[in-house]
Nanobody, 125 residues
Framework: QVQLVESGGGLVQAGGSLRLSCAASRRTIRNYTMGWFRQAPGKERAFVSAIRSSGTLDYVDSVKGRFFISRDNDKNTVYLQMNSLNPEDTAVYYC???????????????????WGQGTQVTVSS
């Protein structure tokens, strides 16, 4: 079992930045792919970014060049640095984790077995 706790959300003006953190406990994430998803009001939870245990990165097109995912295995934590935020980025952001597998894309919700409770990000115009 992996327990995930997100932090770092909040209210920010358009153009601002936030850094989300996802702290994992009960098991090391060293061999896990870690992902970030977001859910805006009235919409489904959608993929944002993922980082594999190898360090391979993936981003949805809408955040490329603005968001940056990273991990610190010693701290058992994954981060999402979000820059140039706009109101369309407003959502609850969720951290997700599952053991690495070559056969997965890690862009789909069903590919993750562990989820955090989410942290709200609100971007005002």
């Amino acid at each position: 079992q992996v327990q995930l706790v997100e932090s770092g959300g909040g209210l920010v003006q358009a153009g601002g930045s936030l850094r989300l953190s996802c702290a994992a406990s009960r098991r090391t994430i060293r061999n896990y792919t870690m992902g970030w998803f977001r859910q805006a009001p009235g919409k489904e939870r959608a993929f944002v970014s993922a980082i594999r245990s190898s360090g391979t990165l993936d981003y949805v097109d809408s955040v490329k060049g603005r968001f940056f995912i990273s991990r610190d295995n010693d701290k058992n934590t994954v981060y999402l640095q979000m820059n140039s935020l706009n109101p369309e980025d407003t959502a609850v952001y969720y951290c997700a984790a599952d053991e690495d597998s070559i056969s997965r894309s890690y862009r789909a919700r069903y590919e993750y077995g562990y989820w955090g409770q989410g942290t709200q990000v609100t971007v005002s115009s």
